[in-house]
């Protein structure tokens, strides 16, 4: 079963169809190699009895032959600040240690009404606020990719690694990610898998647990940028109950064979911002790399500026710390989250029950945000944020009168060491890592990264591509393109 768990999705639902392998067989080979892989710590939990029930009523319907779609009998795993019925979602944080939602996230309905079956949740930096995945009360996840022992392993990125290590080991064929400033990106990169955030409003956030709500973007990450699209065609589409989702109907995405594409007369933009001084050697020789291969077929490659990039990285910080400020004011100890043992007084339940629920991450980010929102701050922080905010916008805007696609890094280094990486604040943490992934978020546009090569000491480089809103066709279209030409060397130097 190790072959069929490392093929892609199109091979699997024809053996499935074929009646080759059975969706309960596949389930238990799952489950059997996520317990075998425990160590790098994917999984907040595994949802094993679901996932046989799910897996037998994908049997009936392959019996039939009718089964609900391509990802049908399927495992597949959603991170853990996804709702998802009756089984726990904690946000890898104290405050929701106790939480068992009542109702399905869309996203994850809708996989569920596709036949897909649910693994188990996913490890996050708590309620997502990180780029590192290690902060979460379940312990950090650990990158496949050089690990040693568990002294000496890379981060996984964030903050949802626990989904990229799970695609990356072969333990599911997809999963869910969220992407705020790069989360689902990120992770896509140091693990070696591709990992897409759509346009805003192309994909439902009804039920995931809010971050920063006019960023938030529920991500997708696979091993290959068609499994992507089988994801992609599955969740995206308007919702009602998600009046930022994009009215306008979804089309399902349709990509040639990789052998009759053509990049011939594309026009790829080269952000001069992006190289910044703390990009790697080896991270900008695979972005020319790209560069130059994509001008050798055909491509029309010229450097072009995004002005404002180099305040994107403040404007959002503030953005989210501000937004998280109102989204966590929920979590009272008393309607919602962790209730502290405490009967002094209201405010007293309130801060105590806040101090021990929440993280020192999560409690700096509310506390600065609420700085930012006093009414003497609000014009000097918030209101200018939003302002230049609109700038980053416009420079996109602006840029595809003369290109229709961005070439950048996806991160500036490979995956950083844990021991280094832990020694940093969460605030330089993620000035850093998120420094290519952000801006996008900024602006609500697509972006995708995919692997390119290992560097020198074994970890994965990756790429990301930008296009306009709701260019995803051809986005995923000149990413498979890449994809094919480079042939990342996908489950070599596991352990």
Request: aromatic share 8%; net charge neutral.
């Amino acid at each position: 079963m190790d072959k069929v768990l490392n093929t892609n999705i199109k091979n699997v639902f024809r053996l499935l169809s074929e009646n080759a392998i059975t969706p309960p067989i596949l389930t238990e080979a799952a489950l059997n190699r996520a317990k075998q892989l425990a160590k790098y710590n994917a999984f907040i939990a595994l949802t094993e009895s679901l996932a046989k029930n799910q897996s037998k009523q994908s049997q009936e319907r392959y019996n039939t032959k009718k089964p609900a779609s391509e990802i049908d009998g399927l495992p597949i795993t959603i991170k853990d600040n996804f709702c998802t019925k009756e089984v726990a979602t904690t946000c890898a944080s104290k405050m929701l240690e106790n939480f068992n939602p009542t109702y399905n996230a869309t996203v994850v309905e809708r996989l569920e009404n596709a036949g897909a079956i649910l693994l188990g949740k996913s490890n996050l930096d708590q309620f997502a606020m990180g780029s590192g995945t290690v902060d979460s009360i379940y312990g950090p996840s650990k990158n496949i990719w050089n690990y040693q022992d568990d002294e000496n392993f890379h981060i996984a990125g964030g903050s949802s690694g626990g989904s990229a290590i799970a695609v990356a080991t072969g333990i599911c064929y997809g999963a869910l990610g969220s992407d705020t400033g790069g989360s689902t990106r990120n992770p896509a990169s140091y693990c070696g898998v591709v990992g897409l955030k759509p346009t805003y409003g192309l994909v439902s956030r009804w039920g995931l647990i809010p971050l920063v709500n006019s960023m938030d973007v529920p991500g997708i990450l696979t091993r290959t940028v068609d499994d992507c699209v089988s994801m992609l065609n599955v969740v995206a589409g308007f919702d009602s109950k998600d009046s930022t989702t994009l009215e306008k109907p979804y089309r399902k995405i349709r990509l040639p064979n990789a052998n009759k594409m053509s990049v011939k007369a594309l026009k790829v933009g080269i952000p001069k911002e992006y190289f910044n001084e703390h990009l790697t050697s080896e991270v900008y020789d695979v972005w020319n790399e790209v560069a130059n291969l994509l001008e050798n077929d055909g491509a029309i490659v010229k450097q072009v500026s995004l002005p404002n990039t180099e305040h994107s990285i403040v404007c959002y910080s503030i953005l989210n710390q501000c937004e998280v400020a109102s989204n966590m004011a929920r979590y009272d100890g008393i309607e919602f989250g962790y209730r502290a043992d405490e009967n002094e007084s209201t405010e007293k339940l309130y801060a105590t029950s806040r101090s021990m629920g929440f993280n020192e991450v999560v409690r700096n980010r509310i506390l600065t945000g609420n700085y930012f929102l006093l009414i003497r701050n609000y014009e000097k922080y918030f209101n200018k944020a939003l302002k230049i905010r609109r700038l980053i916008a416009d420079d996109f805007h602006k840029v595809w009168e003369d290109v229709q696609v961005l070439l950048t890094p996806t991160t500036l280094t490979t995956a950083p060491v844990y021991k280094d990486f832990v020694q940093k604040t969460n605030r330089d943490q993620c000035a850093l890592q998120d420094y290519c992934t952000q801006p996008a978020n900024m602006a609500g546009i697509p972006a995708v990264s995919i692997p390119i090569k290992l560097s020198q000491n074994g970890l994965p480089i990756s790429i990301q591509l930008m296009g306009r809103n709701l260019s995803e066709p051809m986005l995923l279209a000149v990413a498979k393109y890449i994809e094919n030409i480079v042939q990342f060397p996908h489950f070599v130097n596991r352990k």
